[in-house]
């Protein structure tokens, strides 16, 4: 059947080219439909329970996307006139920015005091500029004093202060992130222009947002090219043949503009992850290629003319290219038990990719080189030649080759669980990323950008004037500022207390919780009323006033101390206060659990791609046992790779719980090839296991080195992203591609040395 339709490909050429060309503009056309997703909710599904309680927490109050800008003047003071002057300047400009509900600063602060038996609500700097020395003293001494304020607003030292606009994002298009992104660069410009003496830093979720974008364009603007480069001169160097790395690259072209197409008539959106996807389609598709090509090359090089030369390619790598398409593909679709959405999107738009790899390298690449000219010196095979040496090393140390490289894998399986489960979505962008250099100033002078959100609700409408409630909250607010991991923590009850002071001339004895649920109130209710518009409390009270939100703002910790921090929140609201409803929500906290559920699910999915690899190599093979023992170096090369990350990095992200899967997939490509080529040499020419060993060296073997050498680049490159998750992901798959060809050639022929009487039945 392989040869028959080896016949009619490479005869028919011009109509396989044709209906090509077809299929990659009815397929590619899908392209237009592709958007950009960049809003990091993306990463949760519809029925996770975290962005479940997060949506609730911003129904009840109010949404916290925002634009954080921290001033950091030389002159080391926030409180000079012209610090001040430009963030009363940037706080009136703030307003302007696209779906800004709230501007918060010192200069619209709603300070409150006393006029005798009234309450005078105002802003912080209403005065200003007019106001002298003494005044501006006046100003810092309430500024770092007010805990409202400091750690959120202003720093301790009054170095840097800070403006937080906040936004209501309609979520209707994907252009609303990159308005807003690119008004607060505008309006930055400008104020750089006006205040060339300070320095403008910002951050905030729209900026995360964005930077999840920037970081992607920023790939595909570099890392692309960089892998196209390196595989043209890689293929140019190893192949020499100009035709055959012409059609690779056309065949890689096609690879991807046909995935990308196929993805967009789906209706699904690139993100992050995704954008990793071409660079992986690329790599895998060039290993397509150079198993045919190099038969293909060694066939004319013995003498065999162009159709003969393909005709024998095609039947002797048709089998074993299919077999690695579908094990990729379900490695790759693996990532579909990912409870991360975009890493299924990533899983599933790679799984295109690696099929219209293989059915353009086994359809179209064959056609390509009938109509190319193609020139070869004819000589000795190199391949038998060249890895001979390698073949009796092993055939010769088989003993030693099998000991050694089972100790070494234990010693380094042994080291798999040094490793720990952590995400921080700040460190998802390296430091040539402008949030996170923008982020690392602000949470080393100002504030983090870590938080937890608390709803603390009580039983009655008004209740959060209760004094029980109200004392509960206090104590909560005392503990947590107690606690090593926090900065800040924004509170009603410091406006309860203010207000109880202003409305007792000031006196700062009476800087406490009213007593009386009545008076509590009526001074609330004087306060709302005296607030301007935009800068009312729904950010921290429910509309009926049964409920309040409780902000936690976090030092940069470890996913696994905030999910500790949580629960230790919570066993202390349960048993020090009288609260009985209440729940946590925030970015922060999303991230934390996210990852340790999506290490779960890629556990189920992991085993579920190794048991139907296992199935089809059975089957591919026709042998069960040889199908049950290639899992044994199919797993190992992920197994010491996890080992070595402990020494390399310790944490392990999203990324790499999705990448056991995804790694899997590709891996026993090396396998399937030795294998095939060692059974062909039992079953057709009847060879000992020793030769049947040399056989496969000689004939796949420099095919696999090469194209593990091009996997093993193009992960590599991928390694350079700016994007962590891209990054660890690019590092981990290259690392496990580099020992799978070291254990397929070193500790693979030693199994099959060894099992003599099974293989000569296969």
Request: glycine residues 4%; proline residues 3%; contains cysteine.
């Amino acid at each position: 059947m392989v040869e028959r339709y080896a016949q009619w490909v490479t005869t028919h050429k011009w109509f396989v080219l044709l209906t090509t060309l077809i299929m990659i503009a009815a397929m590619g056309m899908g392209g237009k439909n592709l958007e950009f997703s960049s809003n990091y909710r993306a990463f949760f599904s519809e029925g996770n329970p975290q962005l479940a309680a997060f949506d609730l927490l911003q129904t009840t109050y109010t949404k916290t996307d925002n634009v954080f800008v921290v001033l950091a003047p030389e002159s080391g003071d926030a409180f000079d006139r012209n610090t001040l002057e430009a963030v009363q300047f940037l706080t009136e400009k703030a307003w302007l920015l696209p779906y800004t509900t709230r501007v918060d600063s010192l200069s619209n602060y709603q300070h409150t005091t006393s006029e005798e038996d009234d309450l005078y609500v105002a802003d912080l700097l209403e005065e200003f500029p007019d106001i002298d020395d003494t005044e501006l003293k006046r100003l810092r001494n309430i500024a770092t004093n007010e805990p409202l304020l400091i750690h959120r607003l202003i720093s301790t030292n009054g170095a840097v202060t800070a403006v937080n606009a906040t936004m209501y994002l309609p979520e209707k298009t994907q252009e609303e992130v990159p308005e807003v992104v690119t008004a607060t660069r505008a309006m930055l410009d400008e104020l750089r222009a006006a205040y060339p003496d300070i320095d403008f830093y910002v951050t905030g979720t729209i900026m995360l947002n964005n930077a999840f974008f920037e970081s992607s364009m920023n790939d595909l603007a570099t890392l692309i090219p960089l892998m196209f480069v390196i595989i043209i001169i890689t293929l140019g160097l190893l192949l020499r043949s100009i035709a055959g790395t012409i059609s690779s690259v056309i065949v890689i072209f096609a690879s991807i503009f046909t995935a990308l197409g196929i993805f967009g008539w789906i209706g699904w959106s690139m993100s992050g992850p995704a954008a990793a996807a071409p660079t992986i389609i690329v790599t895998i598709a060039v290993a397509d290629c150079v198993h045919v090509l190099v038969t293909f090359l060694h066939g004319m090089r013995s003498g065999l003319n162009k159709q003969a030369a393909m005709r024998e390619s095609l039947r002797v790598n048709f089998q074993p290219i299919l077999i690695t398409t579908v094990t990729t593909i379900i490695g790759f679709l693996s990532m579909n038990s990912s409870d991360v959405p975009l890493f299924r999107d990533l899983g599933n738009l790679v799984a295109f990719g690696v099929a219209t790899a293989w059915l353009f390298s086994i359809y179209t690449l064959p056609a390509l080189m009938m109509v190319m000219p193609v020139r070869v010196k004819a000589e000795t095979t190199q391949s038998k030649q060249s890895l001979s040496w390698l073949s009796e090393f092993v055939i010769g140390n088989r003993n030693k080759l099998l000991y050694g490289t089972l100790f070494v894998s234990m010693f380094a399986l042994a080291l798999v669980p040094n490793n720990k489960i952590n995400d921080e979505f700040v460190k998802y962008f390296d430091n040539s990323i402008e949030f996170r250099q923008h982020t690392d100033f602000v949470e080393a002078n100002l504030s983090g950008i870590y938080t937890i959100d608390y709803s603390l609700h009580t039983d009655l409408e008004s209740g959060i004037a209760n004094p029980q409630f109200l004392a509960d909250v206090q104590a909560l607010t005392l503990w947590l500022r107690q606690q090593p991991e926090v900065i800040h923590v924004n509170t009603i009850t410091d406006i309860f207390k203010r207000l109880n002071k202003n409305m007792h001339s000031d006196d700062q004895s009476w800087y406490k919780l009213p007593e009386d649920r009545e008076l509590a109130a009526q001074y609330l209710l004087l306060y709302e009323m005296s607030l301007p518009y935009g800068l009312d409390l729904n950010n921290q009270i429910d509309i009926n006033k049964t409920a309040t939100r409780l902000t936690v703002t976090l030092k940069n910790i470890r996913s696994e101390h905030t999910l500790a921090l949580e629960k230790r929140i919570a066993d202390w609201i349960e048993t020090n206060t009288s609260i009985k409803e209440f729940y946590a929500a925030s970015p922060n906290i999303m991230f934390s659990h996210i990852g340790y559920r999506n290490a779960t699910s890629m556990i189920s999915g992991t085993l579920l791609a190794m048991a139907l690899i296992t199935i089809v190599l059975i089957i591919a093979l026709r042998s069960v046992k040889l199908g049950l023992m290639s899992m044994i170096p199919n797993m190992l090369p992920i197994g010491i790779a996890f080992g070595l990350w402990t020494f390399i990095n310790g944490d392990i992200g999203l990324s790499l719980a999705t990448s056991v899967g995804m790694a899997l997939g590709i891996v026993v490509d090396d396998t399937v090839h030795f294998l095939s080529k060692y059974l062909r040499a039992k079953r057709e020419q009847n060879l000992s296991n020793e030769d049947a060993v040399r056989y496969a060296f000689s004939t796949v073997g420099v095919a696999l080195w090469v194209t593990s050498f091009v996997l093993v680049a193009g992960f590599l490159v991928l390694s350079l992203s700016s994007f962590g998750m891209n990054a660890d992901r690019g590092l981990m798959a290259s690392m496990a591609i580099a020992l799978a060809l070291i254990i397929d050639f070193l500790f693979l022929p030693t199994l099959l040395l060894g099992k003599s009487k099974e293989t000569s039945h296969a």
